[in-house]
């Protein structure tokens, strides 16, 4: 589960369990940590009519897409504006699951599901930071383009 910032929030390593079996666990064990969460989208591989239902009753909005035949009515819901907003955000997830492959977590080389856990967890963290790295580095680049432009606007109006 990850945040409008791109921050990784909850992760699970899942043993002998399904998508569709901790859809709602998840939401109340992010929620404990982040009370705030009212949205949040999943995949196809969440949904099932318990878990709409549940999710309903935790979070304002949910972005759980039905598998096979969707009905007139869900499809005039998945047409909201604030629908497909939701939905773009999903995208965000796999990605952040990509960026975990791509700083180490291909492949891990502790052993054990023990091992395994805490290697992700690490993973996560490293993440979470590298996400704090980029916003630090950019906010910096920021005010360097700011005070150039503050210099060349300065020097421009004294040449004049």
């Known amino acids: 589960m990850e945040d409008q910032y791109q921050f990784i929030l909850h992760h699970q390593v899942m043993e002998k369990t399904q998508d569709v079996d901790v ?19 999943y995949d196809k591989g969440f949904h099932s009519p318990d878990n709409q239902t549940d999710l309903a009753k935790h979070l304002d909005q ?3 897409p039905k598998k096979g035949k969707v009905s007139s009515a869900e499809k005039i819901k998945t047409r909201t504006g604030e629908y497909r907003k939701a939905r773009r955000q999903h995208s965000a997830v796999e990605s952040a699951i990509n960026a975990l492959e791509q700083h180490g977590l291909d492949r891990c080389p502790d052993h054990g599901i023990g091992g395994f856990k805490r290697y992700v967890a690490l993973s996560v963290l490293a ?8 916003i630090l580095t950019e906010k910096e680049r920021a ?14 109006s004294c040449v004049a």
């Open 23 to 41: 859809a709602v666990s998840m939401v109340t064990q992010t929620q404990k940590h982040f009370p705030s969460l009212n949205a949040c989208s």
């Open 62 to 64: 949910v972005v759980l």
């Open 127 to 134: 993440r979470n930071l590298q996400r704090i790295g980029a």
């Open 143 to 156: 005010e360097l383009r700011r005070k150039r432009r503050r210099v060349f606007h300065l020097s421009s």
